[in-house]
């Protein structure tokens, strides 16, 4: 009984984590089946993603985490960012408000949407680069990345430690 016990208070502490980090993806999800439709696209399978999200959350001593990462290659017809913008912006749905729209050269731009979540703002960065664009979704603490910023390696060290 007591080894039943003990699976079962392992498997939840396992599944507890997941369950978050797969409800809370609804935004994302939605931004990346409307590019799938809009420009007739699939991303590119990203192998092992939640050890990226994994090795992003310990090395930034908790600063990003739940980072989800998708990789679009060949969609040159991608031509104007407010067009982009809309769509996003219509399918990530009212919580979501655009921060930033910077453009790098006459096609290569970047889009941030944000909103926040408990102690921590969700990030959603869209990168258009040469027919490239990639949609990178994470929860950022701004604490524990600014303390990770201003001391990399004792952040990386004391990654439990809350700043000071």
């Known amino acids: 009984m007591k080894i039943a016990a003990g699976t079962l208070l392992v498997a939840l502490a396992a599944i507890l984590p997941l369950h978050d980090w797969f409800a809370s993806n609804s935004g994302f999800d939605a931004a990346v089946s409307a590019v799938e439709q809009q420009y007739h696209a699939q991303p590119e399978s990203i192998p092992m993603q939640w050890f990226v999200s994994l090795c992003a959350t310990v090395s930034t001593g908790g600063g990003v985490r739940n980072m989800r990462v998708a990789d679009f290659d060949n969609i040159s017809i991608v031509t104007n960012p407010d067009q982009l913008a809309a769509m996003l912006s ?75």
């Open 90 to 164: 219509a399918h990530l749905g009212q919580p979501w408000h655009r921060m930033v729209l910077s453009r790098d050269g006459a096609q290569d731009f970047n889009l941030i949407y944000v909103h926040p979540q408990g102690r921590s703002m969700r990030m959603l960065v869209a990168s258009y680069d040469h027919g490239e664009l990639d949609l990178v979704r994470m929860d950022v603490n701004g604490e524990r990345l600014a303390h990770f910023v201003q001391n990399p390696a004792r952040s990386a060290a004391h990654h439990n430690t809350i700043p000071d």
